[in-house]
């Protein structure tokens, strides 16, 4: 990895009417590497790749992409990225083959030329070059989606959510398809509103309410997570969230599909005050572990 | 270059991959100008008129045989009684009747004076109006007949002679061809121009459209040009449908009347773009283009109500619809065969209504989403 900073956002704000939308945004992605934007939905993260996609202006704050500015230079911009948005951008009623086609024309190449970049994501779709780009499943949209974005070789990828309505084997594949395209020296940033994909990401920031609340590789996020926390996992979930919310000491006390994930500060109980008021309530059967905390985990402790 | 047929070639594909589309661009223009032009005609033809009266009668013989003759004209039944003159007109078997008095002739011939009323049917008011002053033509050219008969001489009374130029049968479809062209260009350009652009807005395209290096200036251009060309066929159909089917001439130049026909275009296509500026759904452009555009269009530019007998507030209003000054310029090229020093005013006005909608238009595009 060069280290030189491929895409600079410094304190970018926005507001639409009396919602601010970004709030003194700063990040630095560097070159070659794929950059997480994590956070819920409506945490900003559409606007900020608006922004850098030269589609809408900030209100205040400076940004650049290849070192040109996002609002002077956007015509040169415009050249060396590509971008896929949130939602399914391609036109239903043009078959795979000529939305491919109709963006490699657009951005003033073609398909064989930059057949290299794109053959191994177009290959998969390749059988249903005549089908309309509408009648294609969701993972086969997103993927000729990515083919679009990638088909004139662009420096920088921006991909909005792209995993979003996607099913956990598409999600998988594309994960693998983007380490495949970050290999090839493009830099690519990529937001989710999935936490567990942020350990896939090289660096990440994680995203609320138009703030970053934190950001760095994933290790160094969950490094920052200063309390104690435990997996309780039991029968009865409700039961447990109840008993155990309400205890003086606890921070949070959220579920994670079958367990139950308890923050803890210095001075709360440990394990085993955990599993006794537990047992002395009647709900009986329960582990409690120790364990380190996820990007969820860091998540719900900063918002 | 290559992009902007790119871009071009795939809005045809839009067009014609939308079966919808393509009937509106294409059938709709010959469907408006048949209908317009035999349907929807304010002349009546064959109204079928009741006579009332003793059929012995000489005079009411004349009278009945010279409304048989004419073209417009046709004799229902022989009635006797008012009753069953009601009826008749009540379940709209007759138009009209002809209630003649009793002794119709031996009145006239000894008194010079007889009467006859006609009842026409008031429910459908231009229909009742016009076929009861086909009767009352017909009536006082036979009351002329008489005149001449008994004073032996020149006629006694006055008649004007009214010549129409121009179009002498009084032919609806000279003032609706003009109008239909003018209606359905426009709607082509502005109604399907600015759909077709905030289509792509609402489903998002247009923001991958807009990260591309194309300049929005070409984008815009490729979005017009397939609609320009639509328009030329349908302007070429229509005159062929003109001309052809609805007999109607082409007195003038035709390249001054493409010309024309060219810069309404033009105009048309920078409303529609206007309307695609400040319009984020295609519900919203549609219905800015139906009530803001082709209804005033209809309703204001002459092509149904003579701009001259409107209140002064709206006249001015009917000035700054591109369509009313489109309208005058064809019927005077088309109709009268007038040259371009006859139609200059309109024409400027028109290139000035041009030139202003496609540079504010333009000007106002956004190149970026809002």
Redesign the interface.
């Given at each position: 990895m060069s280290g030189n900073i491929a895409i600079k956002v410094e304190g970018i704000s926005k507001s639409y009417k009396a919602t601010k939308a970004l709030e003194n945004i700063n990040l630095e992605i560097k070159e070659g590497e794929i950059f997480g934007l994590i956070g819920p939905d409506g945490a900003g993260k559409t606007s900020l790749f608006?922004i850098l996609?030269?589609?809408?202006?900030a209100d205040s704050g400076k940004a650049s992409v290849n070192g040109r500015d996002v609002v002077d230079n956007y015509?040169d911009i415009?050249?060396t990225?590509g971008?896929m948005?949130g939602?399914?951008?391609?036109?239903?009623?043009?078959s795979v083959e000529?939305n491919l086609?109709?963006?490699a024309?657009?951005?003033?190449t073609t398909v064989e030329e930059n057949y290299d970049t794109i053959k191994e994501i177009y290959s998969q779709i390749e059988m249903f070059k005549t089908r309309r780009a509408g009648a294609l499943s969701g993972g086969m949209k997103q993927k000729l989606a990515l083919c679009?974005a990638l088909v004139h070789k662009p420096d920088v990828l921006f991909l909005d959510e792209p995993t979003t309505g996607v099913d956990a084997v598409s999600r998988k594949e594309f994960w693998a398809m983007l380490s495949r395209i970050k290999k090839s020296g493009v830099t690519i940033m990529v937001s989710t509103p999935y936490m567990d994909e942020a350990s896939l990401c090289d660096r990440i920031a994680l995203i609320l309410n138009g703030k970053i609340i934190d950001q760095g590789t994933p290790e160094e996020i969950r490094s920052h997570y200063r309390n104690r926390l435990y997996s309780v996992k039991g029968n009865n979930m409700f039961q447990i969230l109840q008993i155990l919310s309400p205890l003086s000491g606890i921070l949070s006390c959220s579920s994670f599909g079958c367990e139950c994930h308890v923050a803890v500060d210095d001075n709360g109980p440990d394990e085993k005050s955990l599993l006794a008021t537990l047992e002395s309530k009647g709900v009986t059967g329960c582990t409690v572990e120790r364990i380190n905390a996820s990007i969820e985990d860091c998540f719900i402790g900063l918002s | 270059m290559k992009e902007i047929f790119a871009f071009i070639s795939k809005e045809f594909m839009h067009i014609f991959r939308d079966r919808r589309t393509t009937l509106i661009v294409l059938v709709m223009p010959v469907v408006q100008i048949v209908l317009f032009g035999f349907a929807i005609s304010t002349e009546v033809h064959n109204a079928v008129v009741d006579v009332l009266g003793d059929m012995s009668d000489p005079m009411v013989q004349q009278i009945v045989c010279s409304i048989e003759n004419n073209e417009y004209l046709e004799i229902g039944k022989i009635l006797d009684n008012p009753d069953q003159m009601n009826e008749r007109i009540r379940k709209g078997k007759a138009m009209a009747a002809l209630c003649f008095e009793n002794g119709f002739d031996r009145k006239l011939n000894s008194e010079g004076k007889a009467s006859v009323s006609i009842v026409s049917d008031g429910a459908d008011p231009n229909s009742a109006q016009i076929v009861s002053s086909y009767i009352k033509g017909v009536i006082s050219s036979e009351q002329l007949n008489i005149t001449t008969q008994m004073t032996g001489g020149g006629a006694a009374t006055m008649r004007p002679n009214v010549q129409l130029m121009y179009n002498p049968a009084m032919n609806s479809s000279y003032n609706f061809v003009p109008g239909v062209m003018g209606l359905i260009l426009m709607l082509i350009c502005s109604m399907m121009t600015s759909v077709s652009i905030v289509r792509e807005k609402e489903l998002g395209t247009m923001e991958l459209v807009l990260v591309s290096p194309v300049k929005p200036f070409w984008i815009i251009l490729s979005k017009l040009t397939p609609y320009l060309v639509l328009s030329v066929i349908n302007f070429i159909s229509v005159l062929l449908l003109a001309v052809f089917v609805m007999d109607v001439p082409i007195n003038g130049s035709i390249t001054l009347l493409s010309l024309v026909a060219l810069i309404f275009v033009g105009s048309s296509l920078g409303l529609g773009l206007l309307v695609s500026v400040i319009s984020s759904t295609q519900q919203t452009a549609m219905l800015l283009c139906g009530m803001g555009l082709t209804m005033p269009t209809m309703m204001l530019s002459g092509l149904i109500f003579p701009c001259e007998s409107m209140p002064v507030a709206l006249q001015i209003f009917s000035d700054i619809i591109p369509a009313k000054w489109f309208i005058i310029i064809v019927k005077k090229v088309m109709i009268q065969g007038a040259g371009l020093s006859s139609i200059i005013k309109e024409l400027s006005i028109l290139t000035g209504m041009m030139v202003f909608l496609l540079w504010f238009s333009i000007k106002k595009f956004k190149t970026r989403l809002s």
């Open positions: 608006r996609t030269t589609l809408s202006i015509e415009r050249r990225i971008y948005p939602h399914f951008a391609l036109y239903q009623d043009l000529e086609n109709f963006y024309t657009v951005f003033g679009c | -």
